[in-house]
């Protein structure tokens, strides 16, 4: 009988580890995350205590579920070790921003905006403006830029590249 009872427990044990793992793997596509990195940031003055960075990025969602977009942040932070917030510029002020701003080059993506859809395996290039009430010095000789993506049902993305 104790052969007997061990070869049956052995059995169900095995029998329970497959159970679990298929249900991990296949809840796994449920998971929402978003991956990604900033490909490029350009910056100038607007004025001698103002200045403007473009942040270009490419996003891919991997998961099975949407992600929208519900607030976009960009952090800059400075040699001293403290943050900055930067103001976003609205998309529909794009054009105009790049129009009287040649040191920016030209607008390669679109803007990234509320309520815009990374569909599921999908991939998207974008871009942020954002204003920061530092001079293009103190922009340009910051340790890094953070940008932080938030979706409507909670998850984040965030990813940091030096400018150095």
Known sequence: M???FLMFFGLGIVIIAIAVFSVLTSNKGS???LQGKILKVRSGALDANNSIAVLDFRLQNPSDVPFVVQDVKVTLEKNDGQD????NIAKSDLPQLFRYNRFL???YNDGLTLKDT???HGMLDRMVAVRF???RTQLESA???R???DDVDGPMFETTESLK
């Open 147 to 149: 940008l932080h993506i």
């Open 2 to 4: 104790d052969k007997r």
């Open 118 to 120: 990374i569909p599921p």
């Open 133 to 135: 009430e530092v001079s």
């Open 105 to 107: 080059g030209e607008q």
């Open 31 to 33: 998971h929402l995350v």
């Open 84 to 87: 900055s917030e930067g103001a």
């Open 143 to 145: 340790k890094a830029v």
